[in-house]
C-alpha cells in the first residue's frame, strides 16, 4: 500500500505560536515557503507520526565532505558549546552542534569509512552513521520530522525515508534497512580540546551564509530543561524526567536503559555505573566539567575490568590506571588504550528517548 506522506503543520505557524523560535525567518533558505513536498512511497513506520518541518527537501542542507581545520581555527566556539567527538584511524575528530543547528547532517568521506555525522536540534540527538548501507551514497534532510526527529533520505534514484533515531529506513524502496551506527561522544567544545589538542574540527566556511556562533542558535529557549514545547505538540511527554534533559541512552531489545545527565551528577568531577543492558555488561564514565556521558564495554585484552572514582579521576581497580570519559587510559599500565565504546549508545532529550524506547529504563530513578 502507497502511503501518500505528508502532514500539516507548518514552521510559521509554529514560529507564531508554538515555538516561537528566535530567527525563524533566517533558519533555512529562501525557496522553503512551500512546505517540504510529497513523497508518495509506503512505509512501515505509522506516516501519522510524520508532521511537516516547513522546509522543503533540502532547504536544510547538509554538508558534503567539509573541510576540518586545527582546533585553533575555530574561532566561532566558545568554551562550552556542545561537539560531537569521534575517532577515526586514531585520529579525533570534532562536528560542533553550531554546525548542525543549520545543516543537521554532515556527510563526511574519511579515507576508511564514509560517515554521516547527524544532529537533530529538535530532539537533541547525535548519532553518527556508516553510510555502507546506502553503498556510500550520501543524506539528506527530507523537511519532514517523525515525532519531531530528523527524517533523513538517501541520495539514490529512488528515496527513502530514514528518521534518525530509528536508525532504519521506515519507509521506501529501502524500507527495514538497518544502519549501522558509529561511537561518538558528545560533550563541551572546551573538554574535548583539552583532551584532544590535536584535534581537527569543521570549519565555519562552510559556502553557507549562516551564523555559526553561540548568539546564532536559531530555537530560542527551545532546550531549556523544563520547556515542554515542541514542535508536534501531539507528542506524550513522559513526566518522570525533565523532558529537555540530556541523557545516554543505550538502546536494547527490553527498551533499553537512559542514564540521565540530571541523575549522573553528584558534586564530584566523576562517576562510574557498571550496569546490564539487554544482556551485556557495560561501564557509563561520567564526567561533570565536560558535561559528557559514554558507555563502554569495560574489557581489556579479554579481562573484564572494574572501575571506579579515586581522588576524583576515574580508575581501574586492577591496576590503578587513569581514564578519562572518551574511554582513553591517560595514565598507568594501560597508558594509551581505549576501551570499546557502545555503538548504539548516544545523547538525546529525555522526551524523545522515551517515544522512541517507551519501555525504557531509567537508571537511578525511584519510582
Known amino acids: 500500500m502507497s502511503v501518500f506522506v505528508r502532514a500539516p503543520r507548518s514552521l510559521a505557524v509554529l ?8 530567527g525563524c525567518d533566517t533558519l533555512f533558505s529562501d525557496d522553503t515557503t512551500d512546505g517540504p513536498g510529497d513523497f508518495d512511497v509506503t512505509c512501515s513506520i505509522d506516516a501519522g507520526n510524520f508532521i511537516d518541518g516547513g522546509v522543503v527537501q533540502d532547504g536544510i542542507p547538509s554538508l558534503e565532505d567539509p573541510t576540518f581545520v586545527d582546533a585553533d581555527r575555530a574561532t566561532y566556539l566558545a568554551p562550552n558549546d556542545r561537539v560531537i567527538g569521534l575517532f577515526v584511524d586514531d585520529e579525533p575528530y570534532a562536528v560542533p552542534h553550531n554546525i548542525l543547528w543549520w545543516h543537521e547532517i554532515a556527510n563526511i568521506d574519511f579515507e576508511s569509512i564514509d560517515l554521516a ?6 530532539t537533541g540527538s547525535s548519532m553518527a552513521f556508516d553510510r555502507a548501507a546506502i553503498d556510500g551514497r550520501t543524506f539528506g534532510v527530507s523537511g519532514l520530522l517523525f515525532d519531531n526527529n530528523l527524517t533523513m533520505f538517501d541520495r539514490g534514484s529512488d528515496e527513502s525515508l530514514w528518521p534518525q533515531m530509528s536508525v532504519a529506513a521506515g519507509c521506501g524502496p529501502l524500507d527495514g534497512t538497518q544502519l549501522t551506527m558509529y561511537p561518538v561522544v558528545e560533550m563541551t567544545w572546551e573538554g574535548w580540546q583539552e583532551l584532544h589538542p590535536d584535534t581537527q574540527v569543521i570549519s565555519d566556511n562552510t559556502g553557507f551564509a549562516r551564523t555559526y556562533t553561540t548568539d546564532g542558535y536559531p530555537y530560542g529557549d527551545y532546550e531549556e530543561l523544563n520547556n515542554d514545547r515542541l514542535l508536534d505538540p501531539s507528542t506524550p511527554i513522559d513526566e518522570r524526567r525533565p523532558p529537555k534533559e540530556r541523557l545516554l541512552g543505550v538502546p536494547g531489545a527490553d527498551g533499553g536503559m537512559a542514564f540521565p545527565f540530571g541523575l549522573l551528577q553528584d558534586d564530584e568531577p566523576h562517576r562510574v555505573v557498571h550496569e546490564t543492558v539487554d544482556g551485556t555488561e557495560l561501564v557509563v564514565f561520567w564526567d561533570e566539567e565536560r558535561q559528557a556521558a559514554m558507555a563502554f564495554h569495560p574489557e581489556v585484552d579479554g579481562d573484564v575490568l572494574q572501575f ?6 576515574i580508575v581501574d581497580e586492577s591496576t590503578g590506571s587513569t581514564w ?18 557502545v555503538s548504539d549508545a548516544y545523547v538525546a532529550f529525555w522526551f524523545a528517548w522515551a517515544v522512541f524506547e517507551p519501555e525504557t529504563a531509567i537508571w537511578g530513578h525511584e519510582e
Open 117 to 122: 555525522v547527524t544532529y537533530c536540534p529538535l
Open 308 to 313: 571506579t572514582v579515586e581522588g576524583g579521576a
Open 324 to 341: 578519562t570519559v572518551d574511554g582513553t587510559a591517560i595514565s598507568g599500565t594501560f597508558a594509551g588504550t581505549r576501551l570499546r565504546a
Open 15 to 22: 514560529c507564531a505560536g508554538i515555538l516561537i523560535l528566535a
